[in-house]
């Protein structure tokens, strides 16, 4: 068996090739939105173009999924009306990859069900049933319940993950798309900060807001059965139209991102604008991956430059998205691999890592003091949250919260079921009621009580476990422990963002265990350059 390498895996033509590729289908998407009826030619061509490779081969529907969940946050790049329904490519392709799955007549297909994660899988697949059938018992919304259990439907993807993906040539094409997608990813938000620091200079303070899909009391009731959920399509996507209606005089780049909800543009300091977008969590991962071959191996110094030039690609986006939940990520990612090092290393590192950000911290006061006064804002906020409206946000809804849980704490009260609490924002001040918060770990404890988290938790420490199994061979660790300590970053984050709930962490999640398992297997071939 051959090892990988950071040459394999961070091949900077395949590498360039894939991030383009991603990019490319966003400007696709842009396209779609202007003009509504070239989405419905895109979300065709893609069904259509996925359809054709997967039944080629299993493997590449699931590059696919891989691709369109990171850059794709929630699905809506490309959409289908159908009566007032929008259907998301997402779950168009999901389906149609599943569906060629369940139709093969491969005989890897049943591969997981031989797995060592299978029971605990099991086990959490059956309480998450059992809260959807306490909440139908204590007469949550069918809706609500709906759109609070779709993220973990992607947990169904590892039966695919597993049949396709069988040898170490699979997985490294796997894991590049990983890669490639976090570099788009990273390209993304310098280019979108970029254009509104540059050319939309007219927009500021107008779009100096939280963009939020959270509505008051008073909002809900008036809008009768439509439903406020972060995972829901934006009502301007089921609007038919040739062309797309700009009367709100809104950057025709903010109005795209918003309604597919790509991310959020905002108002920064200065002249410069924030973009955030859940899928930085990907920057985070090619970050952990770069950077643990750096700290882990022996690299000419030539050659480190691919590797410096990825880590600091994605750095620079976690760091400018301006997330404190991903900062803290970034934090545990760096704690994680320290911890994998030997002490002396691990010291010199560390003396590094202090020189290098008093330098970033000394140019950035002195250059950029606006920036450098909202950085010192927000991290001050991690401590003292009573400093930010947001933070206080969050600590307001931790006494309805547990309140909630102490009502059903074992086995939960359903998906769907909603919690009120006061906000302070600007944007939504007053009463707000919601079924998904940035509480996480909470939010799971309500749906399926201490058990479900305690199994579901059960299930990611055996993955973390498998990592360090006596079958993995000493020159497969690097690639391990980048993965695991991406991994360990997630479940950090998971505290006060929700990603271990959303396909984005479940994706990771599944790709963690099915590289485990094909890097243990002794049946895995050789890595040949892909």
Same mark, same amino acid.
Request: proline residues 3%; positive net charge; glycine residues 6%.
């Given at each position: 068996?051959?090892?990988?390498?950071?040459?394999?895996?961070?091949?900077?033509?395949?590498?360039?090739?894939?991030?383009?590729?991603?990019?490319?289908?966003?400007?696709?998407?842009?396209?779609?939105?202007?003009?509504?009826?070239?989405?419905?030619?895109?979300?065709?061509?893609?069904?259509?173009?996925?359809?054709?490779?997967?039944?080629?081969?299993?493997?590449?529907?699931?590059?696919?999924?891989?691709?369109?969940?990171?850059?794709?946050?929630?699905?809506?790049?490309?959409?289908?009306?159908?009566?007032?329904?929008?259907?998301?490519?997402?779950?168009?392709?999901?389906?149609?990859?599943?569906?060629?799955?369940?139709?093969?007549?491969?005989?890897?297909?049943?591969?997981?069900?031989?797995?060592?994660?299978?029971?605990?899988?099991?086990?959490?697949?059956?309480?998450?049933?059992? @809260?959807?059938?306490?909440?139908?018992?204590? @007469?949550?919304?069918?809706?609500?319940?709906?759109?609070?259990?779709?993220?973990?439907?992607?947990?169904?993807?590892?039966?695919?993950?597993?049949?396709?993906?069988?040898?170490?040539?699979?997985?490294?094409?796997?894991?590049?798309?990983? *890669?490639? @997608?976090?570099?788009?990813?990273?390209?993304?938000?310098?280019?979108?900060?970029?254009?509104? !620091?540059?050319?939309?200079?007219?927009?500021?303070?107008?779009?100096?807001?939280?963009?939020?899909?959270?509505?008051?009391?008073?909002?809900?009731?008036?809008?009768? !059965?439509?439903?406020?959920?972060?995972?829901?399509?934006?009502?301007?996507?089921?609007?038919?139209?040739?062309?797309?209606?700009?009367?709100?005089?809104?950057?025709?780049?903010?109005?795209?991102?918003?309604? !597919?909800?790509?991310?959020?543009?905002?108002?920064?300091?200065?002249?410069?604008?924030?973009?955030?977008?859940?899928?930085?969590?990907?920057?985070?991962?090619?970050?952990?991956?770069?950077?643990?071959?750096?700290?882990?191996?022996?690299?000419?110094?030539?050659?480190?430059?691919?590797?410096?030039?990825?880590?600091?690609?994605?750095?620079?986006?976690?760091?400018?998205?301006?997330?404190?939940?991903?900062?803290? $990520?970034?934090?545990?990612?760096?704690?994680?691999?320290?911890?994998?090092?030997?002490?002396?290393?691990?010291?010199?590192?560390?003396?590094?890592?202090?020189?290098?950000?008093?330098?970033?911290?000394?140019?950035?006061?002195?250059?950029?003091?606006?920036?450098?006064?909202?950085?010192?804002?927000?991290?001050?906020?991690?401590?003292?949250?009573?400093?930010?409206?947001?933070?206080?946000?969050?600590?307001?809804?931790?006494?309805?919260?547990?309140?909630?849980?102490?009502?059903?704490?074992?086995?939960?009260? $359903?998906?769907?079921?909603?919690?009120?609490?006061?906000?302070?924002?600007?944007?939504?001040?007053?009463?707000?009621?919601?079924?998904?918060?940035?509480?996480?770990?909470?939010?799971?404890?309500?749906?399926?009580?201490?058990?479900?988290?305690?199994?579901?938790?059960?299930?990611?420490?055996?993955?973390?476990?498998?990592?360090?199994?006596?079958?993995?061979?000493?020159?497969?660790?690097?690639?391990? *422990?980048?993965?695991?300590?991406?991994?360990? @970053?997630?479940?950090?984050?998971?505290? !006060?963002?929700?990603?271990?709930?959303?396909?984005?962490?479940?994706?990771?999640?599944?790709?963690?265990?099915?590289?485990?398992?094909?890097?243990?297997?002794?049946?895995?071939?050789?890595?040949?350059?892909?």
């Amino acid at each position: 068996m051959t090892a990988f390498t950071w040459s394999q895996l961070f091949n900077p033509k395949k590498i360039i090739l894939l991030a383009g590729s991603c990019l490319a289908v966003y400007l696709f998407s842009f396209l779609g939105y202007i003009l509504p009826f070239l989405n419905y030619i895109f979300f065709f061509a893609a069904l259509l173009i996925t359809f054709y490779l997967t039944r080629k081969k299993l493997e590449y529907g699931v590059y696919i999924l891989i691709a369109e969940l990171i850059i794709g946050v929630k699905g809506y790049l490309f959409s289908l009306n159908l009566g007032g329904f929008v259907l998301s490519l997402r779950i168009a392709l999901f389906c149609v990859v599943m569906l060629i799955w369940f139709l093969s007549k491969n005989k890897s297909k049943f591969n997981f069900f031989g797995s060592r994660y299978l029971r605990l899988y099991l086990v959490f697949t059956i309480i998450l049933l059992l @809260g959807v059938i306490t909440a139908l018992i204590n @007469g949550n919304s069918v809706k609500n319940i709906f759109f609070d259990l779709n993220g973990y439907f992607y947990l169904a993807l590892i039966v695919v993950m597993f049949a396709a993906i069988k040898s170490r040539t699979t997985l490294l094409k796997a894991l590049q798309v990983v *890669v490639a @997608g976090s570099i788009a990813i990273s390209i993304f938000t310098f280019y979108c900060i970029g254009e509104f !620091t540059i050319l939309h200079q007219e927009s500021r303070p107008d779009m100096a807001e939280s963009i939020s899909t959270e509505q008051t009391i008073e909002e809900e009731e008036e809008a009768g !059965t439509k439903i406020s959920h972060s995972i829901t399509a934006k009502t301007e996507l089921s609007e038919l139209e040739l062309k797309r209606n700009f009367t709100n005089q809104k950057p025709p780049i903010y109005r795209w991102v918003t309604d !597919t909800s790509v991310g959020e543009i905002s108002y920064l300091a200065g002249p410069f604008f924030r973009f955030f977008t859940p899928s930085q969590l990907y920057c985070l991962i090619g970050l952990a991956l770069a950077l643990t071959f750096l700290l882990r191996e022996k690299i000419a110094r030539r050659e480190k430059f691919i590797l410096l030039l990825f880590t600091a690609l994605n750095l620079a986006a976690v760091v400018i998205g301006f997330s404190r939940s991903l900062w803290l $990520g970034l934090l545990a990612v760096f704690i994680y691999l320290l911890f994998s090092l030997p002490r002396k290393k691990s010291a010199q590192i560390i003396l590094y890592a202090i020189g290098i950000a008093s330098v970033i911290i000394i140019i950035t006061g002195t250059l950029l003091p606006a920036v450098y006064d909202l950085v010192e804002q927000r991290v001050t906020s991690i401590v003292h949250p009573a400093e930010e409206r947001s933070s206080v946000n969050r600590f307001n809804l931790l006494q309805p919260v547990f309140t909630k849980i102490s009502a059903h704490p074992l086995i939960g009260s $359903g998906f769907g079921t909603t919690v009120e609490y006061e906000s302070v924002v600007l944007e939504k001040y007053g009463t707000l009621r919601v079924f998904a918060f940035e509480w996480s770990y909470l939010d799971t404890t309500i749906e399926i009580g201490l058990v479900g988290l305690l199994i579901y938790l059960l299930l990611i420490l055996k993955v973390f476990r498998s990592g360090y199994s006596k079958e993995i061979a000493a020159a497969d660790k690097t690639i391990i *422990v980048g993965l695991l300590a991406a991994l360990f @970053g997630i479940v950090i984050t998971n505290i !006060t963002t929700p990603y271990l709930n959303h396909p984005l962490g479940i994706g990771f999640l599944l790709l963690t265990m099915t590289v485990i398992s094909v890097i243990s297997s002794p049946q895995s071939n050789e890595v040949k350059n892909s």
